[in-house]
């Protein structure tokens, strides 16, 4: 009759506020992305104009929509040069600019709210011995 014995043995790491900054990089990352993705629509925007685009197009007329809204509170500010149907639009390059700040603060703020520092990995091993008779 022989006996064989086995041992198995299993880790496993446990690192606290993992979550807290798993959470913090997702939410940075949607920040940057949402303010990434207008900012491209309002360089367009700018685009356009500058080319003189047909206000007409849907692509143009979606673009134009859509930004509106967030270049509307700096229409004004300053003086908007044109020439023949192109229009330079120095006040949606002072919204690309403040937006760009905007994100910025808001994923400092999230960053010094839910940011945890990675602290010491703890390991946990158990071993389970099994020994069969044949």
């Known amino acids: 009759m022989a006996t064989n014995s086995t041992?198995?043995?299993q880790t496993v790491q446990k690192e606290p506020e993992q979550g807290k900054r798993?959470?913090?990089f997702k939410a940075t990352q949607l920040v940057w992305l949402f303010f990434g993705i207008l900012e491209t629509l309002i360089l367009l925007r700018i685009l356009l104009k500058?080319?003189?685009a047909n206000p007409a197009n849907p692509i143009a007329v979606f673009i134009y929509g859509f930004?509106?809204?967030f270049v509307s509170p700096f229409m004004g500010l300053t003086g908007t040069p044109a020439l023949e149907g192109k229009v330079l639009e120095i006040s949606s390059l002072i919204a690309v600019v403040v937006y760009a700040l905007i994100?910025?603060?808001i994923a400092g703020i999230i960053w010094v709210i839910?940011?945890?520092p990675r602290g010491t990995v703890v390991t946990?091993?158990?071993t389970s011995d099994r020994s069969s008779d044949k």
């Open 103 to 105: 994100a910025w603060g």
């Open 114 to 116: 839910f940011y945890r």
């Open 67 to 69: 930004t509106g809204i």
């Open 124 to 126: 946990q091993t158990t």
């Open 50 to 52: 500058l080319l003189g």
């Open 7 to 9: 041992s198995e043995s």
């Open 22 to 24: 798993v959470f913090t």
